[in-house]
């Protein structure tokens, strides 16, 4: 791609402006799952605490199934109108989604309307982060240097990764220095997705103002009608497939070890909710500090020696891992297993979506990485929770650990038989 009249001052802004539009919607995104500890009984009757949890669980999976609606949607915006608008449009309609979750009555104020409402809400904010993977993984691959794609890239999962910090981080203040514990399930949890609805109009604003990529801006001799077309993207099976086989094992493990790793401490480990909140916090900061390492090495030896690891250990430590972490008694001795596991998922995370942008060319390229991967973490990411708790309420726990390691194995096959897009990029035929 050429990139020569976008100066280095114009590519940092693009980057930290796409990046930090993206913290806030995955913000928006994991104060749910984050928050769901406190909020579940004011929406679901049940005294049960797996019960209310698996209910909880069932919307957040729900709310994945909007999810390819969105990368088709967001995506097919994206390849015909530009990428800004499609980021701008999905950052204000996630700001909708938790203003709504903020201001829901109780099931106790108005009975089922409650879990109704809560539905919609997380419709509406999958609809919106399902468009904002495609649409972000997208804009950054665009605008990063041929020489250091896989570098700025990871920057996506820095901030989806930073959202989920954030979302923990409010988290702890409240539970140490704000509130008590009764005051955080009876109101003190709304204060999160009020603060999710405030920082989305501040991405909005940051959005509005960012550059167009030259790779859109360059396929204006591309017909209207082959822009963001299912029919079009349906010429490239082989990427559609591999997009499939990519994402399918490292969705499950990366959901396993952020969103639902929480309740894992809580329900499985027997720690408490502060401190689990704690591990989480540490843990994943680490995680996120470890992406940009990731994606440079990448772009030093190619991205399929990453994806190879993650395969491998993935497939062979999963189940030893959780295990492991199951029957421990030592905090610490949690962290070290969350830890051993974090760095493993990161040969995937912190290049995968760099990999997807590199195989379709630009008027299908927002299309291409959003719909496929939305699809795929519908199925496997974003049932990670409900299938991890069906499993343990029958007793059966280290079933949901083979099916992980099941999983990665399957995406290892992938690896094995693709070739590096390094060599092979569509991003530099733009």
């Known amino acids: 791609m050429n990139t020569t ?14 990046s930090i539009g993206n913290l806030v919607e995955w913000y928006d995104w994991y104060a749910y799952a ?7 009984h004011s929406f679901f009757p049940d005294s049960d605490l797996n019960a209310q949890l698996m209910n909880t669980a069932g919307i957040f ?3 994945f199934l909007m999810r390819p609606i969105g990368g088709w949607m967001f995506g097919s915006i994206a390849d015909k109108v530009g990428r800004k608008r499609a980021m701008t449009l999905s950052v204000l309609l996630m700001s909708f989604g938790s203003l709504l979750i903020a201001l829901t009555p109780t099931y106790d104020t108005i009975g089922i309307l409650a ?45 989806l990764i930073g959202g989920q910090l954030t979302a923990l ?35 909005l604003y940051l959005r509005s103002s960012l550059h167009e990529t030259e790779a859109f801006e360059g396929n204006e001799d591309v017909k209207k009608e082959r822009k963001g077309s299912i029919k079009e993207l349906l010429k490239h099976p082989k990427a559609l497939l591999t997009v499939v086989g990519l994402t399918l094992g490292g969705t499950l493990a990366f959901y396993t070890y952020t969103t639902y790793m929480q309740k894992f401490l809580v329900n499985t480990v027997h720690l408490t909710k502060e401190q689990s909140t704690l591990l989480s916090f540490i843990s994943l900061f680490i995680f996120a500090c470890l992406q940009p390492v990731f994606g440079a090495l990448s772009d030093k030896i190619g991205r399929r020696p990453l994806l190879l690891c993650f395969g491998i250990l993935g497939t062979a430590f999963t189940y030893p891992l959780l295990n492991a972490l199951s029957t421990t008694t030592s905090m610490w001795g949690a962290f070290f297993l969350i830890m051993s596991a974090l760095i493993i998922v990161s040969g995937y995370t912190s290049i995968n979506a760099v990999v997807k942008a590199e195989l379709f060319p630009s008027e299908v390229r927002a299309l291409g990485v959003g719909l496929p991967y939305a699809l795929t973490v519908a199925i496997f990411g974003g049932t990670a929770e409900y299938v991890a708790l069906w499993f343990k309420q029958a007793n059966v726990e280290h079933y949901f650990y083979w099916y992980i390691t099941i999983c990665i194995f399957f995406s290892f096959l992938v690896y094995a038989r693709m070739k590096d897009t390094k060599e092979t990029s569509t991003l530099d035929k733009d």
């Open 61 to 63: 999976a729900v709310g």
């Open 115 to 159: 879990p109704l409402l809560l539905l919609v809400a997380r419709l509406l904010q999958g609809l919106s982060v399902g468009g904002e993977y495609g649409v972000s993984a997208t804009y950054l691959s665009e605008m990063a240097t041929s020489d250091r794609r896989g570098f700025y890239s990871s920057f996506q999962y820095v901030t």
């Open 34 to 40: 984050a928050f769901s500890i406190y909020f579940s």
């Open 5 to 18: 009249h976008i100066t280095t001052a114009q590519r940092i802004k693009a980057i930290v402006g796409g």
């Open 169 to 203: 981080g409010i988290q702890l203040i409240l539970q140490k220095l704000l509130l008590t514990e009764t005051q955080l399930e009876t109101w003190g949890w709304r204060i999160p997705f009020v603060i999710g609805a405030i920082l989305s109009v501040v991405a």
